[in-house]
């Protein structure tokens, strides 16, 4: 992923953003890919709140997108079961992030 974000990040000349679930069948490399992330200067990152696995199914795993929201310096924008604007209000102050 680490390659990959650096030949993006070096080829694109338009605002770089990457959306992201919190792992594939665990959330534990998560903070594996916060310095990659940060490392990259992204323009903003979306995290979705679950695995690949959990797909829809689970409670989502907000702690994860306010961890990327106080780790990185670019725009965090939460993501999962947002479904109105009381919940969407509710999760921006839950998660420290910036959307």
Known sequence: ????????RD?????????????????????????????HALD???VHGR?????YRS???YEYIARAAAAL???VVANGNIYSAN???EVLH???RRG
């Not at 992923?1 to 993006?8: H, N, P, V």
């Not at 000349?13 to 992330?37: H, N, W, Y």
């Open 73 to 75: 310096a670019c725009p």
């Open 51 to 55: 695995t690949v696995l959990e797909m």
């Open 1 to 8: 992923m680490d390659a990959i974000l650096g030949a993006l």
């Open 11 to 39: 080829a694109v000349q338009i605002k770089f953003t990457v959306k992201t679930r919190i792992g594939f069948d665990s959330p534990a490399v998560f903070a594996e890919l916060l310095p990659i992330f940060a490392r």
């Open 87 to 89: 919940r969407a209000a």
């Open 94 to 96: 839950r998660t420290g």
């Open 44 to 46: 903003l990152l979306t």
């Open 59 to 61: 409670e989502v795993h």
